[in-house]
């Protein structure tokens, strides 16, 4: 199921990409004792990081992922989890075990994408062949049509056995979340906003936008796809 959602301005996206997720959070941890959160990186979402620090939430009970890293050390300015950990992580009282950063530290970008599927199985309990269901997965996407790293033309996006995988911007490697990993989420949610990202977006929501020129059109989740646009990134999109 998808939805689609035209937000005034960035402000307004990301006080409500924070209602939907902490709503979800707290709906999800009725059911089930632990919620599974990956986190997107780039710009877009630092706001909503530093909105959820603010807010009271069963920290023990959530697990943070992301669904990419740039191949930087974890203290580079580059670093997603960098980024994250300042905006919302290291803030609050999260348990450390609960976090599970992308390895990017062995000079090996396939290795420690092997590392970090291990990871996410054994946490999941899934046996090769399996693919989990994270909670939420929350997305960006590029002015060129890429979500985590799932860069245009690229091998990754061909990757359909793997949980992680190698991606490849501009000949820099990164970590990310391949396709089946992430269509098999309980809901993936992108957070776009800007101009800038009106093209990708035509192509997107177009008929016959091509998948590997604008990797996030293959993003089809077997839950629910939210998408939230602010008016920059989604005027032109009817419906
Ligand atoms: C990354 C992200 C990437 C990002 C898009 C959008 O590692 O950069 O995971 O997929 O979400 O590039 O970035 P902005 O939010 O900065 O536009």
Redesign the pocket.
């Known amino acids: 199921m998808t939805h689609i959602q035209v937000l005034s301005d960035k402000p307004t996206l990301i006080s409500h990409a924070l209602n939907l997720i902490v709503d979800k959070i707290h709906t999800t941890l009725q059911q089930q004792d632990k919620f599974t959160l990956a986190l997107?990186?780039?710009?877009?979402?630092k706001p909503l990081y530093e909105a959820l620090a603010q807010q009271s939430l069963p920290l023990e009970k959530i697990h943070i992922f992301w669904?990419?890293?740039?191949y930087v050390p974890a203290d580079d300015n580059e670093s997603?989890q960098l980024m994250a950990r300042q905006a919302w992580l290291d803030q609050v009282d999260f348990p450390p075990a609960n976090i599970h950063p992308m390895p990017t530290n062995n000079n090996d970008p396939a290795h420690d994408a092997q590392t970090h599927e291990q990871e996410i199985r054994e946490f999941f309990g899934v046996k090769a062949g399996e693919f989990p269901t994270f909670d939420l997965i929350l997305?960006?996407?590029?002015?060129d049509g890429?979500?985590?790293?799932l860069f245009p033309k690229t091998e990754a996006l061909t990757v359909s056995d793997r949980l992680v995988t190698v991606g490849n911007k501009d000949g820099k490697p990164?970590l990310t979340f391949t396709y089946p990993l992430i269509n098999h989420a309980h809901c993936v949610m992108f957070?776009?906003?800007?101009e800038n990202?009106r093209p990708a977006l035509a192509q997107i929501f177009s008929e016959n936008g091509d998948e590997t020129l604008y990797p996030a059109k293959a993003v089809k989740p077997q839950g629910e796809l939210i998408w939230l646009l602010d008016e920059a990134a989604g005027a032109e999109l009817n419906g």
């Not at 669904?67 to 740039?70: F, H, I, L, V």
């Not at 997305?139 to 002015?143: E, F, N, P």
């Open positions: 997107a990186g780039g710009s877009t979402p669904g990419d890293e740039r997603n997305l960006g996407m590029g002015d890429h979500t985590a790293s990164r957070l776009v906003a800007g990202k």
